[in-house]
């Protein structure tokens, strides 16, 4: 299969260059007007328990309301059927509408939240010597980075990142992990453990609302000892023209689910709502869940992976944990059977994970062309 070994140009840490009192950004980090990050709809704060009203929002033109659905899960784990089913409708309405949503009562332990924000941010401020010892390159994207896509002479996007595979645990190697701050490894452990077992729930919920068996997506994932989660880290340093660039240029997922755990006080990721795109501000202590390409092709575009982007500032830098789970990547992902009907034939062929992400790997975020050529084909 296609790879590429190196990086096409000298890689260039953006902490590095946002540390060293720059007033202008260089003009790689520039992006066209039509790409640049004005008009988006923010929406008003939070700071009251999601009602029934913040998730029937749905395409709601008074902007200071717009916002993602926001779903309290306590209920997901209880006996009573009719409470249950009530999340499952909200989490079904959120899919089919929106393709994102934050979940509250999730499961995952707040401490652990914390801790995994903080260690992370304390890994970014290291000095960067420290961090060059995890360097990365294309050909897995493992360790720590500043690119994605190895077009030359891209326009690049303002942030670093550090991705690492979790599961399978066959390619889960604790020595490719930051070693420090102290207990990083082990929080990383844990953090993944929650967030992995939140993940395979979430599955459950999405194939019950489709119609399928329970296991149905978990299984055409790979089980639970063969799906894929891996995290990227997202560190987003203060810019000092934040409207002339992005902190991550717009894309779906390719993967299946994202869950993303972003950063506690400053907000940046904006989601695509036809023409517009809406920042979303996130909720304490909830994950940010969105679908990604492979479950779009599962379901048979029943639900739709959907375009983000991230904004940057001024005045703060940002930390994002995104949390992919994915295919195992050599299985064929394909529309479900149950789901190919004469009126809604299969939109997508067979095609596995790992030929899926070379696109992304090679081009970068490329909005949704990818997922969108795919149905194309067919
Ligand atoms: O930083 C964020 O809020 C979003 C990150 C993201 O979209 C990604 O890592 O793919």
């Not at 009192?21 to 260089?26: A, D, E, L, Q």
């Not at 002479?153 to 701050?181: E, I, V």
């Not at 490894?185 to 329970?214: D, H, P, Q, W």
Request: glycine fraction near 6%; charged fraction near 20%; proline fraction near 7%.
């Amino acid at each position: 299969m296609m790879s590429c070994q190196a990086w096409p140009e000298p890689v260039v840490r953006v902490q590095s260059l946002a540390e060293s009192g720059i007033s202008s950004i260089p003009s790689r980090y520039i992006r066209p007007q039509s790409q640049r990050p004005s008009n988006a709809t923010t929406f008003a704060p939070h700071d009251h328990k999601p009602s029934q009203t913040d998730q029937g929002h749905y395409g709601h033109h008074d902007h200071d309301h717009v916002n993602i659905p926001i779903i309290d899960l306590e209920n997901l784990f209880e006996e009573d059927q009719i409470l249950r089913k009530e999340v499952l409708r909200r989490v079904d309405e959120a899919c089919r509408e929106w393709g994102f949503f934050q979940v509250v009562n999730h499961g995952v332990s707040h401490e652990l939240m914390k801790s995994g924000r903080e260690l992370w941010r304390e890994f970014f401020n290291q000095p960067l010597e420290v961090k060059e010892t995890y360097a990365n390159s294309p050909t897995t994207y493992e360790g720590y980075g500043s690119r994605l896509g190895v077009q030359k002479g891209a326009t690049l996007d303002w942030s670093d990142y550090f991705f690492l595979h979790y599961m399978p645990s066959s390619l889960r190697n604790q020595a490719k992990w930051p070693a420090f701050p102290p207990y990083i490894r082990k929080v990383i452990a844990e953090y993944g453990e929650e967030v992995v077992k939140l993940g395979g729930r979430m599955l459950e919920v999405m194939s019950t609302n489709l119609g399928l068996k329970e296991d149905f997506l978990l299984n055409a994932f790979g089980g639970e000892s063969e799906v894929g989660a891996c995290l990227r880290v997202n560190f987003y340093p203060k810019c000092p023209q934040p409207d002339l660039t992005l902190g991550l240029s717009p894309h779906s997922d390719p993967g299946g689910m994202t869950i993303l755990l972003p950063d506690e006080f400053v907000s940046g990721l904006q989601v695509r709502r036809g023409d517009e795109w809406i920042t979303v501000k996130p909720v304490p202590n909830a994950f940010i869940i969105n679908i990604g390409d492979q479950i779009q092709v599962l379901s048979n575009a029943i639900y739709k992976s959907v375009e983000h982007r991230v904004i940057v500032n001024s005045n703060q830098d940002r930390v994002s944990l995104a949390m992919f789970y994915n295919p195992r990547s050599d299985l064929l992902i394909q529309p479900a059977k149950e789901l190919v009907t004469e009126e809604r034939p299969a939109l997508y062929s067979p095609m596995t994970y790992d030929e899926y992400r070379l696109y992304i790997r090679l081009n970068g975020p490329c909005g949704k062309a990818q997922v969108e050529s795919l149905a194309s084909q067919t």
